[in-house]
DNA sequence: TAGAACCGTGTACAACGTACACCTCGTTTA
DNA sequence: TAAACGAGGTGTACGTTGTACACGGTTCTA
């Protein structure tokens, strides 16, 4: 299938057209997307092939061809719906509003862990996506920060965000191919913690015996804690009241 | 092929057995992890197949098995290589050292772009891996953080340059596969900005309008002082010392 | 010198996305 | 009202992937 990247952009901002001719539809292109996303939930990225998504909804897989281009806009399209399924107006100052877009971003990838792992750079953004972006700009928009320190801030967070979510979907994702609970399956290396010497790392052998990693801090909290506070110290800097020549709105 | 976690483990962490009998072996398992590594840098990872490794060693794919029992143990084997390419012993006081073991790891991921893809949670962690983020628990010893912190805080680092990096690593991957440069694709997607109204998306057209997108802050930069300044607020914060009960070293 | 251990090859299979030709409907037009 | 048309869904088939398996050649050990 050739990519066409501007036929991708009209099946994600304008309205699929309706068919005036022909059989009623049994499937219709959010049907699609809704199973789609249904299969990806329960069964993981993996799962999510055409046959798979198809057979849910009892039919073949190259029915699906007649309301999706191909699986690679299937996916875009995927990704713009979960991104329309959340609240995106975050309220408030900047910092509780930045805080508030972090953790609808967070709720949304532990409910589809999967959505990190179909977020590449040039899959075309959709408008649910935008307006969420959006919003966020207008939070820290009346600070004095120029065009692009917006910008930047909220490519901080969001990719903190991703960061996290990452390693909590590489886990979500592991713990259902393996059946195997991450705990459990640490504690089952013991062939990997015979090679853990002090001698050959010291400090790791140090933290295990301290119990650091018993009860591990929680990553999301302490890093948009962490996050925070580092944006914090920029927006409030005074030297940064000096370069505002050009700031935006 | 069976995945049995136990031998990763030896083949990581256990030089590999010299054979005594049979022909004298043109491939080793070094050679072939070798190969693989050069093949992603060159073409990415996908087109890190068996038959491709294979074929740029002038052997043929099943070759391979005689040296490595599958894709995804040479995998755990081409990260752990890679690891083990930078110097890892970061010095200084923390905040020089986190940036030390930031900019390190950074310049690797910009050397080879596929790691990101392949570092996934319960990919087995090598010896070259583990002796590197032992350097950096080292960096943030004796501040007075607990195990349960200093994990947290390198933790914290390794997350953000995994998300700066990944952010990179798509865009080099989608500019091999398409041929086009990030600029160029982007400008060439009349079809997108046609939708990017005032009316729908207020924030991001006026921050477009005022240049934000034509000069944007350095990612990794912007990001990492942000970081960690975030850090700093938190270890040098006085009613941490409070809680300093149980400190690690 | 026989046999065991090891190296590399060729063939084959199951899954994947999807191109293509086809039949079956329902609407539109003459 | 009949013919033409366009759309929905199916079945088949192809190329690509990882890798199981059986085989033949090579070199050291008993």
Redesign the interface.
């Known amino acids: 299938m050739k990519i066409d990247?501007?036929r991708s952009?009209?099946l994600l901002?304008e309205p699929p057209a309706e068919a005036t001719r022909g059989p009623r539809a049994a499937l219709s292109q959010a049907r699609v997307v809704e199973a789609a996303i249904k299969v990806a939930d329960a069964e993981g990225v993996d799962a999510l092939t055409m046959r798979r998504v198809a057979e849910t909804l009892g039919n073949t897989a190259m029915s699906l061809y007649r309301h999706v281009p191909g699986k690679s806009e299937l996916l875009d399209l995927m990704v713009d719906a979960v991104w329309g399924e959340t609240e995106h107006t975050p309220r408030g100052p900047w910092r509780e509003g930045l805080e508030f877009f972090a953790r609808q971003m967070w709720a949304m990838y532990r409910a589809h862990p999967w959505m990190l792992q179909l977020t590449?750079?040039?899959r075309?953004?959709g408008?649910q996506a935008?307006?969420r972006?959006?919003?966020a700009?207008?939070v820290v928009?009346g600070l004095g920060l120029?065009?692009?320190?917006?910008?930047?801030v909220v490519?901080?967070v969001s990719?903190?965000v991703?960061?996290?979510g990452?390693?909590m979907a590489?886990?979500v994702?592991?713990e259902r191919e393996?059946g195997v609970s991450?705990d459990e399956?640490w504690n089952g290396?013991e062939?990997?913690w015979r090679?853990?010497t002090p001698e050959?790392?010291?400090?790791?052998t140090?933290?295990w015996h301290?119990?650091?990693?018993e009860?591990?801090?929680d990553?999301f909290e302490?890093?948009l804690?962490?996050?925070?506070?580092?944006?914090r110290?920029?927006i409030e800097a005074e030297e940064r009241t000096l370069v505002r020549k050009?700031t935006?709105?």
Chains 1, 2 share one sequence.
């Open positions: 990247r501007d952009v009209r901002w590449t750079s040039r075309m953004p408008p935008m307006t972006q959006d919003a700009f207008a928009s120029s065009a692009e320190e917006i910008v930047a490519t901080t990719q903190f991703d960061g996290v990452r390693t590489d886990r994702q592991a393996t991450e399956w290396r062939a990997l090679h853990f050959r790392l010291p400090m790791t140090r933290i301290a119990g650091g990693y009860r591990p801090l990553e302490f890093g804690a962490r996050v925070l506070d580092g944006l110290v920029f050009e935006c709105q």
